[in-house]
């Protein structure tokens, strides 16, 4: 495993402990997860136990060191999405998918996550795919964007 | 971008850049906050770029903004054209070529762009007519849409950083610290803490170096008016930042932004980069002697890390598990230095308080509680989005006035204010002033400004069991009652909503409730059973109906509803042919015809049935 | 030289105790016992099982509650230890610690010791407190760096970093050693009237594993 860019991550924060998270935010965007060698390269750089550095990447819920999928799915459960129909969406999503938040799809097109509260509110139900925001979002809306991704062939910038 | 080195840089460069900006005999202010983005006001911008350059007499009159939030989400993208104040709404790329030639070339408003009044009918053309925004009273949120974020002339052009020289240069210290308390200010992030207290606190423990921290967690589902300040107007925070570091002594600051929100985040940056190459933030600012610079620290999607302590340990790059308040984090905070914490909307208020005094703060607002508050409104209500008003405004102008009442005819039932450590408030008692002590005896509490409408479609049972999973994902699982006391009412509430409560039930959750509020270590447990606890206060019914009726009066609990089909369907099959169970039957014309065994209660065929024939029961 | 000293009441009694002493210690100074279950002597408190809570007033504050081992005295701290609250809520946490890990003694002790005799949740069988007294004891006494807690919420539990364990591991069972759950083991629940006896038979090797390992962290029994 090529093990460089983060190095040149920590190079980048100057190895200052006070952006450990973001450190590990860009190592997750290159890697699409965190691997072990990478988070240990990291601790022994910013001069931490192993352990911490595995406790902080288990406790946040943003971070996966699971490889994920080629697009990643998050839905907002936040209170104003709940109360508009946040979980009919979901169950959608899980029926489309066939997997559980956390999850990726056997051929690694999709990873589904639930997060609580995007700060979009005022247009719930939103779901967020591959950085894009859609709002008020019916499962129907729903089932037609995974249509979308499924059908563009893997070059194409979706 | 220029470097000013004193009082007087700063003053030429303001000047101009006025001298600039007076050629534009118009400005187009996109909005460009991350609700509009997701209705795609990027290609709106990008259609007014490609015009504006077509025509190349008009670029050099006309300025194209892309500005902060204005708050009214729901109608993006949102388009304001200065100085005539016209407010589009709705706005598609489509339209910019009528907009540019109507509006901007021959002075005519795009009429199918205005707002309609439905209750008047009547199109409004400036925001302020409009009744979302009437009985507002704007001060943070006002000039959202003449700045630019990532420009920081923007920020100077409508006077930004004069609270901050007339700090550094014709206030002490103490004088700054004294004219936050005169005004009562209050904590902006829930809690309503007197800020100026707060900083004297801090000026007074000893230790060094001192630290200022801006709180832009903001993980109160339903809550975004951080979201909006931060990306609209960042340098208003960094100014706020400034001059309380200056008062307390600080030399560092931090602004901790979560994950979730990568503008902000961006925006942040951006103005604190161009800050600092602009001379505003580092060593020596206009040659005052001050020190001070910020770091952005990302979150990783943690709701606890809205907490102060573990926010602190968080920026230390550890988990965030709050710790005893024993010592407060004045005291020993950052690295166990003394640490100044602040939401964002309380820093933003320090350079309007610092520059119009602390009279004009106090002469808004109650007794206790001065000065604005912004509310997110948002949930079962007709105008959603941002809320900024006077403190002791009553919940029925908020929600009827302002948001527009009820919507698909469905009764207001009650508000949840507060996020996950509020309660809710009935209709009854909407006459109720919001600040920070009166919702508090009705069991809830104004928190940091998310209110969210329900009406008869939601049950109040199942708002409850949301919050206790949500808080049970969120809790750092450091403390027995927090972790256990959470995961077993989420188990009851489950039961209730499934049919399976017993007569045990209520007692139980109740019981529980109160040792988990007792024992916590930090405000999320504290706070845990504040939504349940103000359900079963006001809507016993709900739980009773659920428990020994197995009924949901809501409709909303699948295991306990049961959707058919009323006389009303035309028989034109929608609802068949979308169904993915295939539970529907019935021939064309003919009355339709739902299998329970079968149905999946997903809903879809209410979603799609024209007649509404579709009935949970 | 002498350390000044506070004045201090737990359950009506004054006491005179030095500045920094926790409740709890000064208590246990004074034969008043607060029941513990994640604390330990020369290991630094923790505060996580809250079964030590204890009503505090602060100088005519409120009374509000905050743990015993945690806690360090002020001048004129009146502490409560058996207030109806309290007793009320001990009682709750022994509920969920049981309903969470019946077959750990500790659980079973506390409960006892609370006067618990339902236990109105479905009961699961957890092995691990989350005390944290493992790694405190790995961290703090034997410099293994070995655990830590991973995860969140309920799915926080004790692990060694990517579950492999470290180098620095030098199998020295000091973990072992501290933790509730082993040191006196139990065989289940039994049948009325049965008595294994096993928690007063200590000469016997203490062990709940049943592949006779000694400890829980073997590869058969994985955290």
């Excluded at chain 2, 304001?80 to 408003?109: A, M, R």
């Excluded at chain 3, 750990?104 to 409960?111: L, R, T």
């Excluded at chain 3, 009961?123 to 405190?136: A, P, S, Y």
Aim: glycine share 10%; proline share 5%.
């Amino acid at each position: 495993m090529d093990l460089k860019t983060v190095d040149l991550i920590v190079d980048r924060y100057q190895e200052k402990r006070t952006t450990l998270i973001s450190i590990l935010h860009d190592v997750q965007d290159r890697y699409k997860y965190l691997p072990s060698e990478a988070l240990r390269v990291v601790a022994s750089r910013l001069r931490m136990d192993i352990n911490e550095v595995y406790g902080v990447a288990t406790f946040y819920k943003s971070f996966t060191l699971v490889p994920q999928g080629k697009h990643s799915i998050t839905l907002c459960l936040g209170t104003a999405c709940h109360v508009r129909g946040g979980p009919k969406i979901l169950r959608e999503l899980k029926s489309l998918l066939h997997i559980e938040p956390g999850q990726t799809t056997p051929d690694k097109q999709f990873s589904l996550n639930v997060v609580n509260c995007l700060g979009v509110c005022a247009i719930g139900p939103v779901i967020m795919v591959d950085q894009k925001f859609y709002g008020e979002m019916t499962p129907i809306k729903a089932k037609k964007i995974i249509e979308k991704l499924n059908y563009k062939p893997s070059g194409v910038k979706s | 971008m220029r470097k000013v080195k004193s009082l007087k840089d700063l003053e030429k460069w303001r000047e101009d850049i006025l001298l600039k900006q007076k050629r534009h005999e118009m400005i187009i202010s996109v909005c460009g906050g991350t609700g509009c983005q997701a209705y795609d006001c990027q290609s709106v911008k990008d259609a007014f770029q490609k015009e504006l350059i077509k025509k190349k007499k008009l670029k050099e009159k006309v300025a194209l903004k892309v500005t902060g939030c204005p708050g009214f989400c729901e109608r993006g993208p949102l388009v304001t054209i200065l100085p005539q104040n016209i407010f589009y709404q709705k706005v598609k790329p489509e339209d910019v070529s009528e907009i540019i030639s109507k509006t901007i070339q021959n002075g005519k408003k795009v009429e199918r762009l205005l707002f309609e009044d439905s209750g008047a009918k009547q199109k409004l053309t400036s925001a302020n007519e409009i009744p979302f925004y009437r009985s507002q009273m704007r001060v943070l949120l006002s000039r959202n849409d003449l700045i630019d974020p990532t420009h920081i002339e923007d920020y100077l052009a409508v006077g930004g950083y004069q609270s901050l020289t007339k700090a550094l240069f014709k206030m002490e210290p103490t004088a700054i610290i004294e004219e936050i308390k005169t005004s009562g200010l209050r904590g902006r992030g829930g809690a309503g803490y007197p800020t100026g207290k707060k900083w004297e606190d801090c000026k007074k423990a000893p230790g060094s170096p001192k630290y200022v921290i801006c709180n832009c967690d903001e993980g109160d589902p339903g809550a975004f008016m951080d979201r909006a300040l931060m990306e609209g107007n960042p340098h208003s925070v960094l100014e706020g930042m400034l001059i309380g570091a200056y008062a307390i002594g600080a030399s560092q600051g931090y602004i901790y932004v979560r994950h979730e929100y990568p503008l902000a985040h961006k925006n942040a940056e951006i103005a604190v980069q161009q800050a600092r190459k602009a001379g505003l933030l580092g060593k020596d600012i206009l040659g005052s002697g001050f020190n001070f610079d910020v770091e952005i620290s990302k979150g990783g999607g943690a709701f606890v890390c809205g907490e102060s302590t573990a926010l602190i340990a968080s920026i230390e790059g550890r988990v965030g598990e709050p710790r005893s308040k024993q010592i407060h984090t004045v005291q020993q905070g950052l690295w166990g230095k003394p640490t100044n914490l602040n939401n964002v909307e309380t820093w933003a208020n320090v350079p309007l308080i610092i520059e119009k005094g602390s009279k004009w703060f106090s002469s808004i607002g109650t007794e206790k509680s001065k000065g604005t508050k912004i509310f997110s409104l948002v949930g079962k209500v007709k105008n959603t989005g941002l809320v900024e008003v006077p403190m002791g405004i009553t919940l029925q102008k908020i929600i009827f006035d302002i948001g527009g009442g009820q919507q698909n005819g469905k009764k207001i039932k009650a508000v949840q204010t507060g996020g996950p450590s509020g309660g809710c408030i009935p209709a009854s008692l909407f006459h109720l002033p919001v600040d920070f002590d009166s919702l508090t005896q009705a069991g809830s509490m104004m928190g940091s400004g998310g209110m969210i409408v329900m009406d008869e479609g939601t049950c109040m049972v199942d708002v409850a069991k949301y919050f206790v999973h949500f808080l049970q994902e969120e809790s750092c699982g450091k403390c027995l009652p927090c972790r256990e006391g959470l995961k077993r009412m989420g188990e009851i509430l489950d039961n209730i909503t499934e049919g399976k409560g017993d007569g045990e039930s209520l007692a139980l959750l109740e019981d529980l409730s109160e040792v988990v509020a007792d024992t916590s270590l930090c405000g999320l447990g504290k706070t845990a059973p504040n939504p349940v606890l103000s359900a079963l206060r006001y809507f016993r019914s709900e739980f009773e109906a659920h428990i020994h009726q197995k009924r949901c009066p809501a409709g909303v609990c699948t295991p306990l509803i049961q959707y058919s089909i009323t006389k009303k369907c035309t028989g034109c099959g929608a609802c068949a042919k979308i169904c993915p169970t295939q539970a529907i039957e019935g021939k064309k014309k003919q009355i339709h015809h739902i299998l329970a065994e079968l149905c999946s209660k997903c809903g879809s065929c209410k979603d799609v049935c024209k007649a509404e024939a579709v009935m949970i029961q | 030289m002498k350390r000044e000293t506070v004045n201090i009441t737990i359950d009506g009694r004054l006491l005179e105790v030095e500045q920094g002493t926790t409740v709890l210690q000064a208590g246990r100074q004074f034969g008043i016992h607060i029941p513990t279950m994640c604390f330990m002597e020369h290991l630094t408190p923790y505060g996580g099982c809250r079964i030590c809570v204890v009503e505090i007033t602060n100088n005519g504050s409120k009374p509000f509650v905050d743990t015993a081992c945690t806690y360090e005295v002020k001048e004129g701290l009146v502490v409560q230890t058996q207030t109806p609250r309290i007793i009320r809520a001990r009682k709750m946490l022994a509920e969920l610690l049981v309903a969470s890990a019946p077959n750990v003694k500790i659980a079973q002790d506390i409960a006892a010791r609370m006067g618990l005799l339902k236990v109105r949740f479905p009961m699961e069988d957890n092995r691990c407190v989350l005390c944290g007294l493992c790694i405190r004891m790995c961290y703090e006494q034997m410099d293994g760096r070995a655990l830590g807690f991973a995860g969140r919420g309920m799915d926080r539990k004790v692990s060694m970093p990517f579950e492999v364990r470290p180098d620095t591991c030098r199998l020295c069972r000091g973990c072992d050693f501290v933790c509730p759950g082993v040191v006196v083991p139990c065989h289940g629940v039994k049948d009325p009237g049965e008595f294994c006896g096993k928690c007063v038979r200590l000469e016997e090797i203490p062990n709940c594993c049943e592949f006779g390992t000694f400890g829980c962290f073997c590869e058969h029994n994985p955290l």
